[in-house]
């Protein structure tokens, strides 16, 4: 990941699937925010969503999760749909500005920004050690009790490799 924990998080203002924009800093607030990129062919990103998901399920106050899709609003909206997410899903389809400026190796990958605006920590794929960890300082973060987020024994591979991020994606030749 491009993004090393400790440098400050880069701003940004991206439309949602319901129409309203959401700005970082403007829109955090005063808590952490988790930035979970994902594009909606993505199999590594359909085995992470549920325990991304838990996350919100099990600390539901004292932070926010956005996701960063990199497909276009009718995909995302869909995805959001099928998965569940009842959290903002932002388009960064069009031009994949934001998702040049933190530039994800893969998908999906999570960005947690504390509170002082500085990346806290990252993580890429899918990693049931990741995702405990990330429950772990969110609850640390939100003053919440952890609980783990991802058990090694649920039927989920403990680890798979993310899918390549659209912006490292070759571009094709215009015609």
């Known amino acids: 990941m491009n993004l090393e924990p400790g440098v400050p998080a880069p701003h940004f203002t ?11 800093p403007g829109d955090r607030g005063d808590g952490p925010l988790l930035l979970a990129f994902f594009r909606v062919k993505c199999a590594t990103c359909d085995v992470a969503y549920p325990y991304i998901n838990r996350l919100k399920d099990a600390y ?20 959001a749909e099928r998965f569940a997410l009842n959290h903002p899903v932002l388009l960064d389809a069009a031009e994949l500005e934001v ?24 993580c890429e794929g899918f990693a049931k050690d990741d995702l405990n960890e ?17 058990p090694a024994d649920d039927g989920s591979p403990a680890l798979k490799p993310g899918c390549m991020a659209r912006q490292r994606m070759p571009r094709r030749p215009s015609a």
Not at 14 to 24: I, K, N, Q, T
Not at 66 to 72: K, P
Not at 117 to 122: A, I
């Open 60 to 79: 539901p106050a004292g932070w926010q999760l956005w996701s960063v899709c990199q497909d276009d609003r009718e995909r995302a909206a869909e995805y």
């Open 99 to 122: 998702s040049r400026l933190y530039d994800p190796p893969s998908t999906p990958a999570l960005y947690l920004i504390g509170r002082d605006g500085r990346v806290e920590f990252t």
């Open 14 to 24: 991206l439309p949602a699937v319901d129409g309203r924009e959401y700005s970082l």
């Open 134 to 150: 990330l429950g772990r300082r969110i609850a640390s973060l939100a003053g919440a009790e952890a609980v783990e987020i991802a």
